[in-house]
């Protein structure tokens, strides 16, 4: 089981919904770091090692499915991904297997249900890489 203070970036162009979650998750005793945009992911993965990464979808340049397969290169074998999206549950669910994503989360989920699930998907093991 993991130990110590859980550790979240969460990744997304809206300045609004950034200070929200940062502000309900730390309410919750989570430590939370944030970034603007889907550019330079990968570097701020490496830099702040979090447990979980909680990225938007919808970004102009580049899109968070995307982003969660190149930054998974960079990350410990450890962290989470999870797509946060107002997107439909079907297309979430659906971008979140492809991309390799851990799980998926709707921007409708906030406050302490927020900060349970991302304590869920901490806890769920990762499954093991097989070679072909």
């Keep these: 089981m993991p130990e110590g203070k859980l550790r979240v970036l969460v990744v997304d162009d809206d300045p ?3 200070d929200l979650v940062a502000r309900s998750l730390s309410a919750h005793g989570i430590e939370v770091e944030t ?5 330079g992911v990968s570097n701020r993965v ?3 090692v979090p447990d ?13 499915d995307k982003v969660v397969s190149l930054a998974r290169v960079s990350a410990p074998r450890d962290t989470r991904f999870i797509l946060y999206s107002a997107s439909d549950e ?5 971008l979140a297997l492809s991309s390799g ?9 906030q406050g302490a249900e927020l900060a349970r699930k991302i304590h869920s998907f901490r806890l769920q093991p990762r499954p093991a890489v097989v070679p072909v």
């Design 101 to 109: 994503a851990d799980g998926y989360l709707s921007k409708s989920v």
């Design 35 to 39: 970034h603007p945009s889907a550019l």
């Design 46 to 48: 490496r830099d702040t």
């Design 16 to 18: 609004d919904l950034l």
């Design 90 to 94: 079907a297309q979430l669910r659906s």
């Design 52 to 64: 979980v990464v909680l990225i938007d979808v919808n970004f102009p340049a580049l899109k968070g």
